[in-house]
């Protein structure tokens, strides 16, 4: 599954990246910024709704949705984060999406749904569906639809990788 690993944290990196800002400032190199047509920070309610062409770029990855919605526990600890609204996220060759991408922390699970894809070079996975279980390093799609394209020599851009992995 190390294949898999850079898709597993896509949205995960979001969630638990430090020094989260709405400013518009360029990023630092430990910072996500994110910025949006509008945020709405809510102390009451524990949460941070950003709304209208939300870009999140962060050392590691970024994403753009039309809305995030981010809650925070009393300790003021990510509890989840919902991204709505064509919403992709890039890490390095990889891309993830979907229609919505829920991540909860306590359980570590991304839920991608509505014509959720993960992308690797040509290689794709497609489904209703995408779980991805960030400590266990687990993917269930439901369907499941897998291409894997070939690349040099007629190996597979990345399956044949995993088999040779003990």
């Excluded at 949205?11 to 800002?21: F, K, M, Q, R």
């Excluded at 047509?37 to 949705?65: N, Q, R, S, W």
């Excluded at 526990?73 to 890490?91: C, I, K, L, P, R």
């Amino acid at each position: 599954m190390s294949r898999m690993n850079g898709l597993l944290t896509l949205a995960a990196l979001l969630a638990l990246a430090p020094g989260v800002s709405a400013e518009g400032a360029a990023p630092a190199s430990s910072n996500t910024v994110i910025t949006s047509d509008t945020l709405v920070f809510d102390y009451g309610k524990m949460t941070a709704v950003f709304e209208g062409h939300v870009v999140v770029i962060d050392p590691e990855v970024t994403m753009t949705a039309a809305s995030l919605i981010v809650r925070f526990d009393a300790s003021n600890n990510v509890e989840s984060v919902v991204a709505s609204g064509g919403v992709e996220v890039t890490q390095l060759d990889r891309v993830g999406r979907c229609d919505e991408a829920v991540y909860t922390a306590r359980s570590g699970a991304i839920v991608m749904t509505g014509h959720a894809e993960l992308r690797r070079a040509m290689d794709a996975m497609k489904g209703d569906e995408i779980q991805i279980y960030v400590n266990d390093k687990k993917v269930v799609c439901k369907p499941g639809k897998l291409l894997i394209f070939p690349g040099k020599n007629g190996a597979s851009t990345g399956l044949n990788r995993l088999r040779k992995q003990p």
